[in-house]
Structures are given as structure tokens and as C-alpha cells.
């Protein structure tokens, strides 16, 4: 991913810039050592736009448009490719120029130019995923926050009781589920707090009312320049996950991060985690929370906050 903080603002004043830039105007960046040069402007709707220029003639596997993002292919000659992405809907229009520079880091994997077309072209894919989903901003920083629990529940957890293999197989994440990780015979919910604060908050009733035994696990954070970034803490759980060389298993946990609305990209360097304490809790019969039978029809949802202080008895750690 690309980092250079100039880089982005460059980008971003010049699409917010409409009255300076005429329409089929790009303005254009280095090329890559891949042979792929990028250019970012509007095109002629005047739609945010970027494109890339690839000396050979590469033609699209597949249809990349969606009713967001219009990408489309027009040829030089016979032997200079160019793909343009016109933007279509301006909600999208911040996290348009994190895939502008997503795509440009991404070029720079491919050896050759038809190597670094694949590899521009199957970056974008995880894009149109998430967009799929729904997602049309960054997280913000409670659901990043929340994220970074749950992958470092998952690299503590790694090999303790459960393999990696198993954890990520039994990962709910965002809506499969209303616990964190459900196992064969127990589950565990994942909460994150900032040290400051002195309660958590349960989302649902059936969130700690569940069958089985269950768990409680709560890490207290504190925003720390020399902590962790959410980039960081996913880069360890995919390290994880690739030594045991299983692709599937990592396509399902890219997906689950997809569904949470993550992509690895710069804005989530901006806030550093370092876990300051963690407590567990035995979720017996007795502990503190709202039971599904009281769910009434007319009530969509139930949230609720839990005292921490107040959950000694029930800590086994």
C-alpha cells in the first residue's frame, strides 16, 4: 500500500480542485518499474478518474463495471493499453482515492507489464467486494478499535487451546453471528475498551446469553504511538495463517475482513493500539445479562453496558 502522505494529498486536493481541472484532464505520476504509468483526473462527465497506461495490448477477462465505479478499455494503437475507472457515485468519492493509490502500490508487484495488469485487475476485485457489501466509508475509530480486539484475541488465542485452523474457521465476524467465535463446545465474545473507560458494551441480548459454556474476554487499550496499527495486527494473523499454507483459510479470513468493511490501507496507520490489561470471564448462569426471553416482539434491539468493576466474581483471569 502506498504511504506517502504527500502522495495522498496531492491526489485529494486535485479531484476536490473541479474548477481548475477541465474535463479529460489527467495529471500524471511516475511509472512504475513494472512499465505502468498512472494518471488521475476527470474524465469527460467530469467524474473523478484515474487510468493506467500499459505498453501492450491487454484486454479484460471480465467485466470490472459496477453502478459505482465504471472501468472501461480504449486502446492506443496496437500496442499501448489504457483502463480508466470513472467514478460514478460521489459518496464514494474520499475512499475513491484509496483505491487510486491502492491500485498504484498494487502495480508494483508484477514483474512484467502483463504480470502487473493481473495484479492491478485482482486488487480492484477485493474493492468491488467490499463495495458489494455496502461500504462506502473507512471504519471509524470504535469499529477499528473493535476489529483489533478480535485479531489479537485471535494471535493470543493461536495454538494456547485452539490451532489457527480452527479459530479462523469459527470466527462469526460481523453478521454471521451474534458471538465472536462459536467452537464445539464453548464460544468467546470479544470486548475492547479504552483505559479510561469503565464499562463495555453488549450489543444484543443473545450476545452473552448463548448455549454452552462461554467466555468473556475484555482488553483494555490505550492509544500509543508505540503500540499497534490495525494494518499491524492483521499483517501478524495473516503471517499466522500462511505458515500453515492453506489458501482456503486464508481466502475465508480476507472475506470476513471484507465483510467488516476492512481493506489493508493508509488510514489504518493513523491510530496505534497497545493492550494495557486483559480480563476473562467465566459467562455462567449468574453473570450479569439480559436474557433472550425478555425480547419482546416490538423491540428490534437491545443494547446494554456492563460495569467492568462490578464483573470480579465472575473473573477467571
Known sequence: MMNSEIAQTKVFK???????????????????????????????????????????????????????????????????????????????????????????????????????????????????????????????????????????FIEQECDKNHSISDIILNWSGPDFGEVDFVFENAWTEVKTHLIKEDTITIASVGQLDHPNIGSLVVYALNIDEEGRSLNDQYDIVRSLIKSVGNYNLLEKFENILIEFGYLHLPIYEKIHYSVVETREYAVSDSFPKIPRIIKLPNIKTITYKLIIDSLEEWRIR
Open 14 to 152: 486535485s479531484w476536490k480542485a473541479k474548477a481548475s481541472i477541465k474535463p479529460h484532464s489527467y495529471v500524471s505520476i511516475p511509472e512504475t518499474d513494472s512499465g505502468i504509468r498512472w494518471y488521475y483526473g476527470f474524465d469527460e462527465a467530469s467524474h473523478n478518474a484515474f487510468r493506467f497506461e500499459v505498453k501492450i495490448n491487454y484486454k479484460l477477462s471480465k467485466l470490472y463495471s459496477s453502478s459505482s465505479i465504471s472501468v472501461s478499455t480504449y486502446h492506443d494503437g496496437d500496442q499501448v493499453t489504457n483502463i480508466l475507472f470513472s467514478l460514478l457515485d460521489d459518496s464514494l468519492r474520499d475512499i475513491f482515492s484509496e483505491v487510486f493509490l491502492d491500485l498504484v502500490e498494487s502495480s508494483k508487484h508484477g514483474g512484467t507489464p502483463s504480470e502487473a495488469c493481473k495484479c492491478i485487475l485482482s486488487e480492484y476485485e477485493r474493492w468491488i467486494k467490499l463495495f458489494s457489501a455496502g461500504r462506502k466509508t473507512g471504519l471509524t475509530e470504535i469499529e477499528q478499535r473493535g476489529l483489533f480486539g478480535e485479531l489479537y
